[in-house]
């Protein structure tokens, strides 16, 4: 059987056949690149795009003084460039809740209302809703369909507006989430990695304005507040007292300003060291502010910088009381909106109670108290400045009136402390411009009429009102701490001057360390200076070294130098006043206890510190007519013979006082009947015209 010839293509239609594929393998080519391209266009135009929007939006954030103000700027940025049609923000508190800020921003009010003003009102809990979730898990979260999301709080509302899909990023400052922001659409939403990469990034620059926002709040924080009790500082004290006295009504009223020193502090302070100082002022600072909170009905919180005033109840402003440290160990509460003056008083007494229970310091238990001083305001006050100098001045009036105290400003304290300031600041000028003097009142034998010594009396040569007597203003310097330096000019200036007499009379010298010369004892024949020193000099820790000191710096024989001290140093360390007498009396310094027979418990501290003399009170020797004092004083005097004890009687002003004294045995007197105090020449003039004189013997070591 023979096949049929096989019929061979022809080679040109071959060739057109082969042509034929090739062009449509290139047009297969063309077209795929021409998608490649296509996408990489598109790809390229979108990268353009939201490089752009994460460029406006990282400008704007840089010159944001806000978080929110910033969130409000990128949600209409974003929902435009988008295409989505709602975003609304929230902040976070301490990573447990996300709340609405009133930030958001809507493509089409008239559909979607409804469901903003629902995102406007609510509240989210970690992983409670979109937001929760962000909260619980900080990332990117999408629904692509509300309907069927059951974790979805606004669903209903978010059907009747057709809404169909959302989003939300969270707004990170390091670790923490400190905002998210959601977004929903009527469309789809797909989770895009370009989008979700831009949105992450936007995110990133917000965080860094919440970083920055929170820099400066918490710069304006320590700022404004103390940063060991957290309470508000004198500066923020200042702005909102200022603040809430320029909406005083017309009469003025409604305002009081307490102010709280601490009393027994400084000596807590002192024995325990500061930190258990500063923990006793956290633990009072707690403590005066739950007093506050009972008494105000809790409506003390304090308030930030820039926080509203108090609010109202039923149209009636509420009382609100601010607490500060303004300083130390001192206090102060604002209160605004009173409407029963009395509250001020109501709550100093329940501090009162609340800091006389004892504190737990470590393992030391104290007790402290606290001086107060209120002013309510009124029509005369010009500004807050003025309320609070004035509960100043009551404040320390009831520092003056003893422990615990608490004085309410009125006009008579008003003037009596402005003198009493008066008076302190004058003292300060006259310290300065050394405007005291020494007058000398002699000290008479009273058998022999010769002049043993001189007691140096202080007096200040005032400008204007002329030779201040002390009692006049060593009280106000006691009181300021000012007696130390007045008590010190006095000492040395004494000292100078009777060794200047000593220089003039000639007499017997004794050499800086207490050695004798060829002529005899130290001192002898020699007059010597008595000098009231202060209880709180007595008591400096170097006070026999500073003695010591004066001494080598004036020359005076210390035999020849006496100093008299009341028996409130005995009151105040009676263990450290027996050493610093002993030592006294070993370098030869006499020292007198004045006004005797007028303290706390005399002749207990005649048997246990080693006095020299004792001087009898001005007060015992003006009624030597009454049989009662005259007992009184031969009764001293047959005491002090028995105890080897020197005796001066002070303030002898009659010839009569002179002889009972004189009969009954007592050894020296002062007073305007033997000598009126005179200036320095006047008085040592007494020692020339009266001859030689002579002494009692310095103590025995």
């Given at each position: 059987?023979?096949?049929?010839?096989?019929?061979?293509?022809?080679?040109?239609?071959?060739?057109?056949?082969?042509?034929?594929?090739?062009?449509?393998?290139?047009?297969?080519?063309?077209?795929?690149?021409?998608?490649?391209?296509?996408?990489?266009?598109?790809?390229?135009?979108?990268?353009?795009?939201?490089?752009?929007?994460?460029?406006?939006?990282?400008?704007?954030?840089?010159?944001?003084?806000?978080?929110?103000?910033?969130?409000?700027?990128?949600?209409?940025?974003?929902?435009?460039?988008?295409?989505?049609?709602?975003?609304?923000?929230?902040?976070?508190?301490?990573?447990?809740?996300?709340?609405p800020?009133?930030?958001?921003?809507?493509?089409?009010?008239?559909?979607?209302?409804?469901?903003?003003?629902?995102?406007?009102?609510?509240?989210?809990?970690?992983?409670?809703?979109?937001?929760?979730?962000?909260?619980?898990?900080?990332?990117?979260?999408?629904?692509?369909?509300?309907?069927?999301?059951?974790?979805?709080?606004r669903?209903?509302v978010?059907?009747?507006?057709?809404?169909?899909?959302?989003?939300?990023?969270?707004?990170?400052a390091?670790?923490?989430?400190?905002?998210?922001?959601?977004?929903?659409s009527?469309?789809?939403?797909?989770?895009?990695?370009?989008?979700?990469?831009?949105?992450?990034?936007?995110?990133?620059?917000?965080?860094?304005?919440?970083?920055?926002?929170?820099a400066?709040?918490?710069?304006?924080?320590?700022?404004?507040?103390?940063?060991?009790?957290?309470?508000?500082?004198?500066?923020?004290?200042?702005?909102?007292?200022?603040?809430?006295?320029?909406?005083?009504p017309?009469?003025?009223?409604?305002?009081?300003?307490?102010?709280?020193?601490?009393?027994?502090?400084?000596?807590?302070?002192?024995?325990?060291?500061?930190?258990?100082?500063?923990c006793?002022?956290?633990?009072?600072?707690?403590?005066?502010?739950?007093?506050?909170?009972?008494?105000?009905?809790?409506?003390?919180?304090?308030?930030?910088?820039?926080?509203?005033p108090?609010?109202?109840?039923?149209?009636?402003?509420?009382?609100?009381?601010?607490?500060?440290?303004?300083?130390?160990?001192?206090?102060?509460?604002?209160?605004?909106?009173?409407?029963?003056?009395?509250?001020?008083?109501?709550?100093?007494a329940?501090?009162?109670?609340?800091?006389?229970?004892?504190?737990?310091?470590?393992?030391?238990?104290?007790?402290?108290?606290?001086?107060?001083?209120?002013?309510?305001?009124?029509?005369?006050?010009?500004?807050?400045?003025?309320?609070?100098r004035?509960?100043?001045?009551?404040?320390?009036?009831?520092?003056?009136s003893?422990?615990?105290?608490?004085?309410?400003?009125?006009?008579?304290l008003?003037?009596?402390?402005?003198?009493?300031?008066a008076?302190?600041?004058?003292?300060?000028?006259?310290?300065?411009?050394?405007?005291?003097?020494?007058?000398?009142?002699?000290?008479?034998?009273?058998?022999?009429?010769?002049?043993e010594?001189?007691?140096?009396?202080?007096?200040?040569?005032?400008?204007?009102?002329g030779l201040?007597?002390?009692?006049?203003?060593?009280?106000?310097?006691?009181?300021?701490?000012l007696?130390?330096?007045?008590g010190?000019?006095?000492?040395?200036?004494?000292?100078?001057?009777?060794?200047?007499?000593?220089?003039?009379?000639g007499?017997?010298?004794?050499?800086?360390?207490?050695?004798?010369?060829?002529?005899?004892?130290?001192g002898?024949?020699?007059?010597?200076?008595?000098?009231?020193?202060?209880?709180?000099?007595?008591?400096?820790?170097?006070?026999?070294?500073?003695?010591?000191?004066?001494?080598?710096?004036?020359?005076?024989?210390?035999?020849?130098?006496?100093?008299?001290?009341?028996?409130?140093?005995?009151?105040?360390?009676?263990?450290?006043t027996?050493r610093?007498?002993?030592?006294?009396?070993?370098?030869?310094?006499?020292?007198?206890?004045?006004?005797?027979?007028?303290?706390?418990?005399?002749?207990?501290?005649?048997?246990?510190?080693?006095?020299?003399?004792?001087?009898?009170d001005?007060?015992?020797?003006?009624?030597?007519?009454?049989?009662?004092?005259?007992?009184?004083?031969?009764?001293?005097?047959?005491?002090?013979?028995?105890?080897?004890?020197?005796?001066?009687?002070?303030?002898?002003?009659?010839?009569?006082?002179?002889?009972?004294?004189t009969?009954?045995?007592?050894?020296?007197?002062?007073?305007?009947?033997?000598?009126?105090?005179?200036?320095?020449?006047?008085?040592?003039?007494?020692?020339?015209?009266?001859?030689?004189?002579?002494?009692?013997?310095?103590?025995?070591?």
């Amino acid at each position: 059987m023979k096949h049929a010839p096989i019929a061979l293509p022809d080679p040109a239609t071959a060739r057109i056949e082969r042509l034929e594929r090739q062009l449509v393998r290139e047009r297969k080519a063309r077209l795929a690149a021409e998608v490649i391209a296509e996408d990489g266009l598109r790809a390229l135009y979108e990268s353009k795009r939201y490089l752009a929007l994460l460029q406006r939006i990282t400008e704007r954030a840089n010159k944001a003084d806000t978080l929110v103000e910033a969130l409000s700027f990128t949600l209409g940025e974003i929902c435009a460039e988008l295409g989505w049609d709602f975003g609304n923000a929230y902040l976070v508190r301490s990573m447990q809740e996300a709340v609405p800020c009133n930030c958001w921003h809507v493509a089409n009010p008239e559909h979607l209302m409804p469901f903003v003003e629902a995102s406007r009102e609510l509240s989210f809990a970690r992983g409670v809703g979109l937001p929760g979730r962000v909260l619980a898990e900080p990332r990117p979260w999408w629904i692509e369909d509300v309907r069927t999301d059951t974790n979805f709080q606004r669903h209903d509302v978010a059907i009747d507006c057709r809404v169909v899909a959302g989003c939300a990023f969270p707004v990170m400052a390091g670790s923490e989430v400190v905002a998210i922001y959601e977004f929903f659409s009527r469309k789809g939403i797909e989770a895009e990695p370009a989008v979700v990469e831009t949105i992450a990034q936007i995110g990133i620059q917000l965080g860094r304005v919440a970083e920055r926002e929170q820099a400066r709040e918490a710069l304006m924080r320590d700022a404004l507040h103390d940063p060991l009790t957290t309470l508000p500082n004198r500066v923020l004290l200042h702005e909102r007292a200022s603040s809430a006295f320029s909406r005083l009504p017309r009469n003025a009223k409604g305002l009081a300003v307490l102010v709280i020193d601490l009393d027994g502090f400084k000596a807590v302070n002192d024995k325990l060291g500061h930190h258990a100082g500063d923990c006793l002022l956290v633990a009072t600072a707690a403590r005066l502010r739950d007093a506050i909170d009972e008494c105000v009905g809790g409506e003390s919180v304090v308030r930030g910088p820039t926080e509203t005033p108090a609010g109202t109840r039923n149209g009636i402003a509420r009382p609100q009381a601010t607490l500060a440290r303004t300083g130390g160990d001192e206090f102060v509460v604002l209160m605004e909106n009173l409407r029963d003056d009395r509250l001020p008083q109501t709550v100093a007494a329940q501090l009162h109670a609340e800091l006389d229970l004892p504190f737990s310091v470590g393992r030391d238990e104290v007790t402290i108290g606290a001086s107060i001083g209120i002013a309510h305001s009124n029509p005369h006050y010009r500004d807050y400045d003025e309320v609070q100098r004035d509960a100043d001045l009551a404040m320390y009036q009831a520092k003056a009136s003893g422990r615990g105290k608490t004085v309410t400003f009125n006009h008579a304290l008003g003037t009596a402390v402005r003198m009493r300031m008066a008076l302190e600041r004058d003292l300060r000028e006259a310290i300065r411009d050394n405007q005291f003097v020494l007058h000398y009142q002699a000290i008479i034998d009273l058998a022999s009429g010769g002049i043993e010594g001189f007691e140096a009396l202080v007096r200040w040569n005032h400008p204007w009102r002329g030779l201040v007597p002390p009692g006049d203003f060593i009280p106000t310097a006691e009181a300021t701490g000012l007696i130390m330096f007045i008590g010190d000019w006095v000492l040395r200036e004494a000292c100078r001057a009777i060794a200047r007499l000593h220089a003039q009379l000639g007499g017997t010298r004794q050499d800086n360390s207490g050695r004798l010369d060829n002529r005899g004892t130290p001192g002898a024949d020699l007059p010597f200076v008595a000098v009231n020193i202060a209880p709180q000099q007595f008591l400096l820790p170097d006070f026999v070294p500073y003695l010591r000191g004066v001494i080598m710096e004036t020359g005076v024989p210390p035999s020849c130098l006496k100093l008299e001290v009341t028996e409130g140093v005995a009151v105040l360390d009676a263990e450290r006043t027996r050493r610093v007498l002993e030592n006294c009396r070993e370098i030869g310094i006499r020292v007198g206890l004045d006004d005797f027979g007028t303290g706390y418990s005399s002749l207990s501290y005649l048997h246990s510190l080693p006095f020299d003399s004792i001087k009898i009170d001005r007060a015992f020797v003006a009624a030597l007519d009454k049989p009662k004092s005259r007992k009184i004083v031969r009764t001293i005097l047959d005491l002090a013979g028995n105890l080897d004890l020197t005796v001066v009687a002070e303030g002898i002003e009659t010839a009569d006082q002179q002889a009972a004294l004189t009969a009954m045995g007592c050894g020296m007197g002062q007073g305007f009947l033997l000598s009126v105090p005179l200036i320095e020449a006047e008085a040592f003039d007494l020692v020339h015209a009266s001859g030689p004189v002579t002494t009692d013997r310095p103590p025995s070591s």
